[in-house]
Nanobody, 125 residues
Framework: QMQLVESGGGSVQAGGSLRLSCAAS????????MAWFRQSPGKAREGVGS???????KYRDSVKGRFTISKDNANNTLYLEMNSLKPEDSAMYYC???????????????????WGQGTQVTVSS
């Protein structure tokens, strides 16, 4: 079992930055694929990015160069650094975890074992 708790959401103006955190209740040092997803009202959930057990990251095209995923294995925490935020980035952001091998680790829907409760990000123009 694993509990995931997100924090760090808030309201910012376009061009601003936020850093989201996802605290895991157990070690994420090895064997875990971690990811960030987001969902806004009336839209399907979409993968933002992922990080595999080797630390390799993948991102959706719309956030490449603006968002950075990292993890602190010592503190069992996943991060999402978001810069140059746009109004279209507004959404509820969720972290997810699964014991996927690096080959199958990516910000794709399906196969996630654990989800956090979400943290809201609102970007105003």
């Amino acid at each position: 079992q694993m509990q995931l708790v997100e924090s760090g959401g808030g309201s910012v103006q376009a061009g601003g930055s936020l850093r989201l955190s996802c605290a895991a209740s157990r070690s994420i040092a090895s064997g875990w694929c971690m990811a960030w997803f987001r969902q806004s009202p009336g839209k399907a959930r979409e993968g933002v990015g992922s990080i595999d057990s080797r630390g390799i990251t993948k991102y959706r095209d719309s956030v490449k160069g603006r968002f950075t995923i990292s993890k602190d294995n010592a503190n069992n925490t996943l991060y999402l650094e978001m810069n140059s935020l746009k109004p279209e980035d507004s959404a509820m952001y969720y972290c997810a975890a699964a014991t996927k091998s690096p080959v199958f680790c990516g910000p794709y829907d399906g196969g996630w074992s654990y989800w956090g409760q979400g943290t809201q990000v609102t970007v105003s123009s």
